[in-house]
């Protein structure tokens, strides 16, 4: 069994920045990837990037290019999304979770994230 931990969410004004993490337990999880989604109130939830198990390559939605930085720490099992020029459009409950064969298995909860204008 996996668990997938999120932390880091907040309220920011718009142009801040936040850092969240997501801290796996249960099964050593360095080789799988690791994929960032998030949820608008009313809204579908949407995937906004992934690190694969080496860290060197992420997959980003357009709209957070340039902005959202992942990253990966394996000998802690933690991996990160860092977040700059945040934007009241990123205001959403942000979730990791971890991929196996191609699908998304385990999740986290969730952290909020709000940003004001």
């Known amino acids: 069994q996996v668990q997938l931990v999120e932390s880091g969410g907040g309220l920011v004004q718009a142009g801040g920045s936040l850092r969240l993490s997501c801290a796996a337990s249960g099964r050593t999880f360095s080789r799988q990837t690791i994929g960032w989604f998030r949820q608008a109130p009313g809204k579908e939830r949407e995937f906004v990037g992934a690190?694969?198990?080496?860290?060197?390559?992420?997959y980003n939605r357009d709209s957070v290019k340039g902005r959202f930085t992942f990253s990966r720490d394996n000998a802690k099992n933690t991996v990160y999304l860092q977040m700059n020029s945040l934007e009241p459009e990123d205001t959403a409950v942000y979730y990791c979770?971890?991929?196996?064969?191609?699908?998304?298995?385990?999740w986290g909860q969730g952290t909020q994230v709000t940003v004001s204008s």
């Open positions: 690190v694969t198990w080496s860290g060197g390559t992420t």
């Open positions: 979770a971890l991929e196996i064969r191609g699908s998304y298995v385990y």
